[in-house]
């Protein structure tokens, strides 16, 4: 029998930690506060998309800098109390704004996206959850010829990686979308992009083949973590218990349960907001797009259409301040005819990133039995998966495939 494991965080990464580990053999309690897939694993785009590849650090930034510092672009919304403690930060992810970086940053996530997206096929296959699933790919699509050519190495690096993409003309996008509204001069579709109508409850039906097979789900929220002689002592508001391994998968959350261990934050915490419409009767959209000179993501969901927005860089205490959706709102009418807004207050979820976009997958620095899986920043739903393999491999003491060692936390911790 091999020894017992505490995932911590059941969002998507925490839930596929457990599985993986549960399938290995492991006795598995998956520890939150919520249910699972509750928190930012809920209200994302639902997109497991193979362009999913793409560094944030892109070398096209830089001429586009003095909008983003001065918050006139929708995509970018820095709350300016915050830019000290986020210097640092910022210069790094700024270094990383090279061509040669950008190619190398985005060769390890497309290693990563390609294995986790065909974890994830057969897991929705062992759940039996095709129907939350869209097909027909993504379509990331172009109201300016100038932002189309602007975004030229992103299809380089998609080339490079082979990952299926198509480009698109104004009558072939129409086609594949037949009830969007003639303001797209160009687009790239995704072709082998899936993505899922309901986040939370992929997540959910993850959870349940846990559950089913025997795994434990405890409701309680973490207050610490102690080393001691032979593992951990694991403090939550139902009491403390002494374990021996443990995964942290709190998303967003992480720095503050290991900051005592000495680890400093690595994160800057991208806000993202969503809104759902409907559509006008008769009318649909079969696929995500991605509407990129206006800065939203649109993706027929079970609860409508949810429009997605960009980053929000603010403290963690600062109240929501969901500006960038009345921003795309007017963007998006003029694009499809929506109706109205199905929920009163935008919801607001938390991408916490490092500057190289890359997850942190691998083994705590200073500390034995103790496991981190977080900073999935754009791209957690996608890779869940994948990094409940790594962080099993891990926990097994087995060789790792390449795409482990880029992610390994020591970089930043
Ligand atoms: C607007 C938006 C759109 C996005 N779109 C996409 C997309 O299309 N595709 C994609 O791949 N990704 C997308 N993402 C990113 C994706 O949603 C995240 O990367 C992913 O959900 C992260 O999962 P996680 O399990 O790490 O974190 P979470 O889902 O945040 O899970 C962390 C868990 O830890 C628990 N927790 C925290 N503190 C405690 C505590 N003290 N005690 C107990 N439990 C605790 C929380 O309750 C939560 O359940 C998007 C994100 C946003 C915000």
């Known amino acids: 029998m091999k020894p017992a494991v505490f995932v911590l965080g059941a969002g998507i990464v925490g839930v596929c930690c457990a599985l993986e580990l549960q399938r290995r053999g492991y006795h598995v309690t998956l520890v939150d506060r919520r249910g699972p897939g509750e928190e930012t694993s809920s209200g994302n785009a639902g997109i497991l998309s193979y362009s999913n590849v793409t560094p944030l650090a892109d070398p096209a930034l830089w001429p586009r800098l003095h909008r983003l510092a001065m918050n006139l672009d929708t995509d970018f919304l820095l709350h300016y109390p915050h830019l000290p403690s986020l210097v640092p930060w910022l210069l790094s992810f700024l270094r990383r704004c090279r061509r040669q970086t950008y190619l190398h940053d985005g060769d390890a996530m497309s290693a990563l996206t390609l294995a986790s997206i065909d974890l994830h096929r057969h897991w929705i296959d062992d759940a039996g959850v095709q129907s939350l699933l869209n097909r027909g790919g993504g379509l990331k699509l172009y109201r300016q010829r100038r932002t189309f ?13 082979g990952i299926k993409h198509t480009p698109v003309d104004a009558d072939q996008i129409y086609e594949l979308e037949p009830d ?62 002494i374990v021996d391994r443990i995964v942290v998968c709190m998303g967003a959350w992480t720095p503050q349960l290991i900051a005592p261990l000495g680890y400093a934050n ?28 206006a800065s939203y993501v649109m993706a027929p969901m079970e609860m409508g259409l ?97 795409m482990a060692q880029p992610c390994d936390p020591a970089r930043y911790l």
């Open 180 to 241: 969007l509204k003639r303001v797209f001069e160009q687009g790239v579709l995704i072709d082998e992009s899936i993505s899922t109508r309901n986040p939370e409850k992929l997540c959910k039906a993850y959870a349940r083949l846990f559950t089913e097979a025997g795994g434990e789900i405890s409701r309680a929220a973490v207050r610490a973590l102690h080393p001691t002689e032979t593992g951990w002592q694991l403090t939550t508001d139902r009491g403390a218990q």
């Open 149 to 161: 050519l602007r975004d030229r190495l992103e299809r380089e690096l998609l080339q490079r990686c």
């Open 266 to 293: 690595p994160l800057a915490i991208e806000r993202g907001y969503h809104t759902v419409l409907s559509a006008q009767p008769g009318r649909q959209l079969s696929r995500p797009i991605f509407d990129v000179d």
């Open 306 to 402: 949810r429009v997605t927005t960009g980053t929000n860089l603010v403290r963690r205490e600062t109240q929501p301040d969901p500006r960038q959706v009345d921003r795309v709102l007017p963007r998006v009418r003029e694009a499809f005819p929506v109706d109205q807004r199905l929920i009163d207050e935008p919801w607001m979820g938390r991408r916490p990133t490092v500057p190289d976009t890359l997850p942190m997958i691998g083994p705590a620095p200073r500390h034995r039995n103790l496991w981190l899986a977080f900073a999935h920043s754009h791209m957690g739903l996608t890779l869940g998966p994948i990094s409940g393999l790594l962080i099993a491999n891990f926990v097994d003491g087995v060789k790792q495939p390449f």
